[in-house]
């Protein structure tokens, strides 16, 4: 519930609370002509917002917003009414009812038919400052940003672009004029997650309601200045087909793991920072019976698969809350049990789970088996480590592969546990041995397949008559098992 602070009030800031911004508004504009020596893109955000995506002069790579412009008394028209609201009794629940308090505040004030005139751009920045997340709003609507960062408030915010990671991070337009203003940021970004960030615990790790990791500091003494770093999910899952379509993975991997989710075997996605392990365990977890019981276990909803009756997610911050997830997890006998990344002793339920006869499947960071099966006997007592690694069916290697002049994320190896180790079934642009691969005829015996190649093209071929889009992913995996 959202209820507007009047200056002779003073209530506590509680989750999803709003609070209307009383000091002028400001927007983002950007001469593109001048500052931009090569466009690589421009579109819109809606709203009047557009952003173009260049190369500057300097070579640097720019992500430019630019926001409707306001005149001297526009800017005066919003700063009077959000003065009268602000110390008026209105109490305001939504967007409906600040949008009625506008109306009201322009009548009372006898500047309506003012309101009117510029109404849709009035709408955007007071909506903007008090529903949205201020300055930074076009980023969050803007659905190809997967980080928005800030490493010092004197250097402008950058952004990773799906569109544009052979570039790294895209410089935006959008600048803090002070160590303080960054705070009130941080502190309004913390306000959304209902967790507090102050001078005694200055740093912050929560999720925003759309779901989006937020982590920050205050400064010193655990940074030389304010930060954070705010990494965006997609709300609709990239799906499998897509993926395909964009080249991340071979149809044959992919029809691969569809086999060995109906077999109930452990996989394991592996590869650096950022280069889409997430993504891909949620588009291969999709490839599955519609109406089996999934239990994900994660700090933050990453995984998701929207439309599922029987998908369930349970949330641990600390490595010991998320162990105690994974065995209530367990009690709920899932057919797979996903833990969004292992860090620690939750893989004892991954390791529970494989023993029980349950599906399950992870993401680690790690770039090789040798790296993976290091960091699984770290955390694991020896019997339990070597139980987990004879019984992991495939690693699946993704990266992020420069091809030519962009980068782009690959599914770049695949390896598969055997008797004397780890061997080698797919690597990209070299070969492909995934029909005579012993995962295959494990997961074939498994199902009772007397001719696993068999089914391995029938599935590939059924993924390849799939078109793009979540939706219509789930509607074949439906048609698929009759359900």
């Given at each position: 519930?959202?209820?507007?602070?009047?200056?002779?009030?003073?209530?506590?800031l509680r989750k999803n609370r709003r609070v209307l911004q009383k000091r002028s508004v400001k927007f983002l504009s950007a001469d593109t002509q001048s500052l931009c020596l090569e466009v690589l893109k421009s579109y819109s955000l809606g709203d009047g917002v557009n952003v173009t995506v260049c190369?500057?002069?300097?070579?640097?790579?720019?992500?430019?917003?630019?926001?409707?412009?306001?005149?001297?008394?526009?800017?005066?028209?919003?700063?009077?009414?959000?003065?009268?609201?602000?110390?008026?009794?209105?109490?305001?629940?939504?967007?409906d009812d600040l949008k009625d308090s506008l109306m009201k505040a322009a009548s009372d004030l006898g500047i309506e038919q003012e309101l009117v005139n510029v109404f849709d751009k009035v709408w955007y920045y007071v909506r903007r400052d008090s529903f949205g997340y201020g300055v930074l709003d076009p980023l969050f609507r803007d659905s190809d940003i997967e980080d928005i960062e800030l490493s010092h408030w004197s250097t402008p915010v950058t952004v990773v672009h799906r569109r544009f990671l052979a570039y790294e991070s895209l410089v935006t337009n959008i600048r803090f004029s002070s160590e303080e203003e960054v705070k009130a940021i941080i502190e309004r970004l913390a306000l959304r997650t209902g967790r507090a960030i102050s001078l005694a615990n200055?740093?912050?790790?929560?999720?925003?309601?759309?779901?989006?990791?937020?982590?920050?500091?205050?400064?010193?003494?655990?940074?030389?200045?304010?930060t954070f770093d705010i990494r965006k999910f997609p709300r609709v899952p990239i799906d499998i087909a897509t993926l395909m379509r964009e080249h991340v993975i071979d149809p044959s991997i992919a029809a691969l793991i569809w086999l060995v989710n109906d077999a109930k075997m452990f996989y394991c996605v592996i590869g650096g920072s950022g280069t889409g392990k997430t993504t891909l365990l949620n588009a291969l977890l999709q490839l599955s019976n519609p109406?089996?019981?999934?239990?994900?276990?994660?700090?933050?909803?990453?995984?998701?698969?929207?439309?599922?009756?029987?998908?369930?997610?349970?949330?641990?911050?600390?490595?010991?809350?998320?162990?105690?997830?994974?065995?209530?997890?367990?009690?709920?006998?899932?057919?797979?049990?996903?833990?969004?990344?292992v860090r620690g002793r939750e893989i004892r339920a991954l390791v529970r789970a494989v023993a029980s006869g349950s599906g399950s499947a992870s993401t680690f960071h790690a770039s090789t088996p040798s790296e993976y099966e290091m960091a699984v006997r770290n955390i694991l007592p020896r019997d339990l480590y070597i139980m987990l690694?004879?019984?992991?069916?495939?690693?699946?290697?993704?990266?992020?592969?420069?091809?030519?002049?962009?980068?782009?994320?690959?599914?770049?190896?695949?390896?598969?546990?055997?008797?004397?180790?780890w061997t080698t079934i797919y690597r990209v642009n070299e070969f492909d041995s995934i029909r005579n691969c012993e995962s295959l005829k494990r997961a074939a015996s498994r199902l009772r397949i007397e001719d696993p190649v068999s089914e391995l093209e029938r599935r590939i071929d059924y993924l390849n008559r799939i078109a793009p889009g979540y939706e219509n992913v789930e509607r074949h995996m439906r048609k698929f098992y009759g359900v």
């Open positions: 519930m959202l209820k507007l602070i009047s200056r002779r009030q003073i209530a506590p190369i500057d002069k300097h070579g640097v790579a720019r992500y430019l917003v630019n926001e409707p412009p306001l005149s001297s008394s526009e800017q005066s028209l919003i700063s009077t009414l959000l003065d009268y609201i602000y110390t008026s009794s209105m109490t305001i629940e939504n967007e200055p740093e912050l790790h929560a999720a925003l309601p759309e779901g989006y990791r937020l982590a920050a500091t205050l400064g010193e003494p655990v940074s030389s200045s304010p109406l089996w019981k999934i239990v994900v276990v994660q700090d933050i909803p990453e995984v998701k698969l929207p439309g599922r009756p029987r998908f369930i997610q349970l949330f641990g911050e600390s490595t010991q809350e998320q162990f105690r997830r994974c065995v209530t997890a367990l009690r709920y006998r899932p057919d797979i049990l996903v833990v969004g990344e690694t004879l019984n992991t069916a495939v690693l699946i290697h993704v990266a992020r592969v420069r091809i030519g002049s962009a980068v782009e994320r690959r599914v770049v190896a695949v390896y598969e546990r055997r008797s004397n180790g």
